[in-house]
């Protein structure tokens, strides 16, 4: 049985950093790609940031220079550090696992930017 349990949302001020971490189960991690997506009511899910087994990263226009995706194969985890948050990083964070045909979603972790 695959899962990805995202862990780290919350609120934070703009400005602020925060980070999120995924932990994956059920699958050969290193040969997967690994990402992060945000939604938010009403839009669709949109790619955050998202890393290849073997570290080539892919940045999000609105996000790159700011936010910083990396993964511990050791350990079954991809990270996504978020610095300088603005309110419009306010979303549902989902964490992404992909393999060919194969795509797996985590349940999804609130990160609210605000004053």
């Known amino acids: 049985q695959v899962q990805l349990v995202e862990s780290g949302g919350g609120l934070v001020q703009p400005g602020g950093s925060l980070g999120l971490s995924c932990v994956a189960s059920g699958i050969i991690f290193s040969l997967h790609t690994m990402g992060w997506y945000r939604q938010t009511p009403g839009n669709q899910r949109e790619l955050v940031a998202k890393?290849?087994?073997?570290?080539?990263?892919t940045y999000g226009d609105s996000v790159k220079g700011r936010f910083t995706i990396s993964r511990g194969n050791a350990k079954n985890t991809v990270y996504l550090q978020m610095n300088s948050l603005k309110p419009e990083d306010t979303a549902v964070y989902y964490c992404?696992?992909?393999?060919?045909?194969?795509?797996?979603w985590g349940q999804g972790t609130q990160v609210t930017v605000s004053s």
């Open positions: 890393i290849t087994g073997g570290a080539r990263t």
């Open positions: 992404n696992g992909n393999y060919y045909q194969n795509t797996y």
